[in-house]
């Protein structure tokens, strides 16, 4: 019912070593061992008993906390809220490692069993841990109890909680979740200004919020009917996007859908097809790997047409074509020039479809 809040802590194996080398396991890793394969199996009973064991039978304090929190939760399980719940109160009231995780399992429990003590856990812990992950999902959990009563008291919640947090990683999400609020109000410009407050405050690479409050503060332009607004919103969090030296990258999940909303505000609201192109070049150049190359060589190729330059065109669609073969654009790309032929045992719908010629 209660999963674990952070991933467990690999007990160190204390050991004895005995004149020709061998290694005995401690007491503390064979009973913790003994409660982890019995949690796996879902033997709760006998999981609470192996970690009980473990934290009596080791003195690292850090070892005794881990025991004992899987114990409790364990203890929960098998059915015993009562004595699961004094045990994460006793956990979460102490100063060690696993009194936050204890703490929001413990309000996670009240959540559960509708008990309106929840709420004020719930507040300890984002003042409490304002710096912490934690915090983050507790503030969402309160808030969200409070939307079933209304949009206000949410924001009069949120409000109050401005002064102890502004400093805080937490008090991004606080500001987040007003914004969110006052736009469900219709207060567009409002929000759109207090979206950019986040990303200007905590910004990247530390703001967890910062890609996505741009996002929203581009779609708040566009419903207040200022595109070049929203374009220069999703610019904002283009510009910060790093190259990878090693394998992997820096990118955000926001960042390649930006650069595409970009290429159609230009286009479509903007009416600026050059622009439009521009974007979905930088598109092919930078999101190297992204699934969404073929979508980007369609448009750059449609766009280059539509300025009558064909040529153009079908020198995207070539590359297109030879790079996804299996792409629902190949059979559009060979409509569009006679000279490519399909590819061998590609995969590619037979025809093309109407909205994919439109650049729908």
């Not at 992204?290 to 153009?312: F, I, Y």
């Not at 030879?322 to 409509?335: E, G, L, N, Q, T």
Request: with cysteine.
């Amino acid at each position: 019912m209660i999963s674990t809040l952070r991933s467990h802590v690999v007990p160190a194996i204390a050991a004895c070593v005995l004149g020709c080398g061998a290694v005995l396991p401690s007491a503390f890793a064979v009973s913790y061992a003994n409660g982890q394969r019995a949690e796996a199996a879902g033997r709760w009973q006998e999981a609470a008993a192996g970690y009980d064991e473990a934290a009596s039978a080791s003195t690292d304090e850090r070892q005794k906390d881990d025991a004992r929190y899987h114990a409790a939760i364990a203890r929960e399980r098998a059915g015993d809220v009562a004595g699961g719940g004094r045990d994460l109160l006793a956990i979460a009231s102490g100063t060690g490692a696993y009194a936050q995780e204890a703490a929001m399992a413990h309000a996670l429990l009240l959540l559960q069993t509708n008990d309106p003590a929840a709420a004020s856990e719930l507040d300890a812990i984002i003042r409490q841990f304002p710096n912490e992950g934690l915090a983050r999902r507790a503030l969402a959990l309160r808030v969200r109890s409070l939307d079933a009563s209304g949009v206000d008291d949410a924001l009069a919640y949120l409000a109050s909680l401005e002064s102890a947090t502004q400093t805080t990683e937490v008090g991004a999400d606080v500001v987040y979740q007003q914004a969110i609020r006052v736009e469900q109000k219709g207060e567009i410009e409002r929000a759109h200004a207090m979206y950019l407050d986040v990303a200007t405050r905590w910004p990247y690479p530390q703001g967890a919020l910062f890609d996505d409050a741009l996002w929203r503060a581009s779609l708040a332009a566009e419903k207040l009917s200022d595109p070049k607004r929203a374009v220069a919103d999703l610019e904002t969090m283009l510009q910060v996007r790093e190259q990878s030296q090693l394998n992997g990258s820096y990118d955000r999940p926001r960042f390649p859908d930006a650069l595409i909303r970009v290429a159609k505000l230009q286009e479509s609201a903007l009416h600026d097809d050059a622009a439009a192109r521009a974007a979905w070049q930088r598109f092919t150049s930078t999101f190297t790997s992204s699934p969404k190359l073929d979508l980007a060589l369609w448009n750059d190729a449609r766009l280059a047409k539509k300025s009558g330059d064909v040529a153009g065109a079908c020198s995207e669609l070539t590359s297109l074509v030879a790079r996804f073969p299996d792409s629902r654009y190949v059979p559009c790309a060979i409509a569009e020039c006679k000279t490519i032929a399909r590819p061998e045992a590609s995969h590619a719908p037979a025809q093309c479809h109407a909205y994919l010629a439109r650049g729908d």
